[in-house]
Nanobody
């Protein structure tokens, strides 16, 4: 499956932004989808994941209560709604697909990755 993430941009602290990730190649109704991010000079970290099979969602503690992952299975699209953004949320955000639908926090469990979209939050 090929993934394309978009929706990043430059916002101010406290603003909201919604990222989208569209999949092509095959439907991902049986996949789990995740969002990860990588800030400059930092390692890639887990942000959120969703498993279509039960609609379960998972979040990193740093974004819990501010970010919401959701999806539109008919459109093969997963979203990341980001509210109350903070400067420390600045990073390149990547979407990823896990064909085994594990929806884990480990980036190594994901098979396909989008190209990333940059989110910059100014203070």
């Amino acid at each position: 499956v090929q993934l394309q993430a978009f929706g990043g941009g430059l916002v101010q602290a406290g603003d909201s932004l919604r990222l989208s990730c569209t999949a092509s190649g095959r439907t991902f109704s049986s996949y789990a989808m995740g969002w990860f991010r990588q800030a400059p000079v930092k390692e890639r970290e887990f942000v959120a994941a969703i498993s279509w099979r039960g609609g379960n969602t998972y979040y990193a503690n740093s974004v819990k209560g501010r970010f919401t992952i959701s999806g539109d299975n008919a459109k093969n699209t997963v979203f990341l709604q980001m509210n109350s953004l903070k400067p420390e949320d600045t990073a390149v955000y990547y979407c990823a697909a896990d064909r085994k639908a594990r929806a884990t926090m480990s980036q190594f469990e994901y098979d396909s990755w989008g190209q990333g979209t940059l989110v910059t939050v100014s203070s």
